[in-house]
């Protein structure tokens, strides 16, 4: 099956979703309509994350590979019969082959539910982590130099977005900070805890933003 993980060495593709989902999204995010929307960055230790249905892979069923990915989970309060109100929750991927948008449960069980693994050991190595930050936060401390894009020869592994590169919008000292967001052992202390928010599973993120949950 082309779902099918191997136990090997993979190569994983350079992915730039963060820097364009955040060039897509920016001016969108400060309306109170987006204003409690959640980015995503999708990663493992090991810098490789099978997604089925990517636009990546030329047969949508076969495991692309990336380094990370970045997805935006979009929420809103539906009211259905007799005032009773539950959450629509739905993930835009630029990536993905799935509708745009694509309801979480949904998006979840396509890209990753059929993903078969060879052992429990690689299932670990390479099931991915959800990092989960306020949309807010993201688009104010998120810094990218493209510097994860290039080779030790400084040339580039896939051509970069013809838009400049993200510098934040927060006064915040320092360059790049992708690296801090795509790591998901570290762990953000004090001040700057809240702005790379929480490491959670794929049943953790589903419980999270349960319709249900207000």
């Not at 692309?64 to 929420?75: A, F, G, M, P």
């Not at 629509?88 to 979840?108: F, M, Q, W």
């Amino acid at each position: 099956s082309d779902s099918q993980v191997m136990d090997h060495g993979r190569p994983c593709k350079t992915n730039d979703t963060s820097q364009s989902l955040y060039s897509a999204t920016h001016s969108l995010c400060f309306n109170k309509f987006w204003s409690n929307d959640i980015f995503s960055f999708l990663s493992r230790k090991y810098r490789c994350c099978p997604m089925l249905y990517q636009k990546a892979s030329k047969d949508p069923s076969a495991a692309c590979y990336w380094d990370y990915h970045v997805i935006l989970i979009h929420t809103s309060k539906i009211v259905g019969k007799r005032g009773k109100s539950y959450r629509e929750v739905n993930v835009l991927d630029i990536d993905t082959c799935l509708s745009y948008p694509c309801s979480l449960h949904e998006y979840i069980d396509a890209s990753f539910g059929e993903i078969q693994f060879p052992n429990h050991e690689t299932k670990k190595k390479l099931e991915p982590m959800f990092r989960v930050i306020r949309a807010d936060y993201y688009l104010q401390h998120f810094k990218s130099d493209r510097s994860h894009m290039k080779r030790p020869d400084g040339t580039w592994m896939t051509p970069p977005p013809k838009y400049d590169c993200i510098i934040g919008d927060s006064d915040d000292e320092g360059g790049s900070n992708l690296e801090e967001y795509i790591d998901m052992t570290r762990k953000a202390k004090g001040r700057s805890s809240k702005f790379f928010g929480e490491v959670l599973t794929i049943d953790q993120l589903l419980s999270k933003f349960d319709p249900l949950k207000r």
